[in-house]
């Protein structure tokens, strides 16, 4: 976790691990038995056993589909580590649009992120929701005059590597699942400006 930590390098991955966190850690450990190499590949085993999509999630997906609104995936992340997500949780194609900071080369809390998801989703910010556990790097879409959702069952204490302004969220939820996206819904109704029958969820 140490070595984790002290190397916050854009477009990488520290949950589905990196080369780098096994050649700091083998050569901090003295560990010569096996190469970093195979210590990542068979981190990857173990991570990608453990892959899985929180329940609820999936049906709260199509739930907005049924109600005609597009969904999109914003991440900071490597595009391995998303493209090894979708294809164990068969994921792919609850979303219309992918955007990973690997591949557009910024990452949240950067509101040119926030902006490719717009353009892609060809929407305006006032019809756009952005779901996430970070008030610094998901909050700062509100800079951008996108709602704010804090799910807050997803946050971690001390998993978090942004550094900037937080962002107070608009809305809390506990967890995503179709009742609490609908009560979401509801809400954003009601507010002026907000998502609308036409809007987006992201």
């Known amino acids: 976790m140490k070595v984790n930590r002290e190397t916050n390098i854009p477009f990488i991955s520290h949950t589905f691990g990196e080369l780098v966190f096994f050649e700091k850690t083998f050569r901090k450990l003295k560990i010569v038995s096996i190469t970093p190499e195979q210590g990542l590949l068979q981190f990857r085993r173990i991570m990608l056993q453990k892959m899985k999509l929180e329940p609820g999630i999936k049906d709260a997906l199509a739930f907005l589909h ?70 610094i790097a998901d909050g700062a879409c509100k800079k951008l005059g996108i709602l704010f959702v804090l799910v807050t069952a997803m946050k971690k204490k001390g998993w978090c590597w ?38 987006v969820i992201l």
């Not at 992340?77 to 792919?92: C, H, I, M």
């Not at 060809?122 to 952005?130: G, K, Q, R, T, W």
């Not at 608009?170 to 507010?191: Q, T, V, W």
């Open 66 to 135: 049924d109600q005609g609104l597009k969904t999109a995936l914003l991440t900071n992340e490597s595009k391995p580590r998303v493209q090894a997500f979708l294809d164990k949780t068969t994921s792919r194609d609850l979303f219309d649009e992918v955007v990973v900071s690997h591949e557009v080369g910024y990452e949240k809390p950067d509101p040119r992120f926030f902006k490719e998801a717009l353009q892609r989703l060809e929407i305006e910010p006032s019809e756009l929701a952005m779901f996430g556990d970070n008030e």
């Open 162 to 199: 942004k550094h900037g302004k937080a962002y107070s969220p608009d809305y809390l939820i506990g967890r995503i699942d179709p009742e609490s996206i609908a009560r979401f819904l509801i809400f954003a109704a009601a507010d002026k400006g907000a998502t609308d029958k036409n809007g």
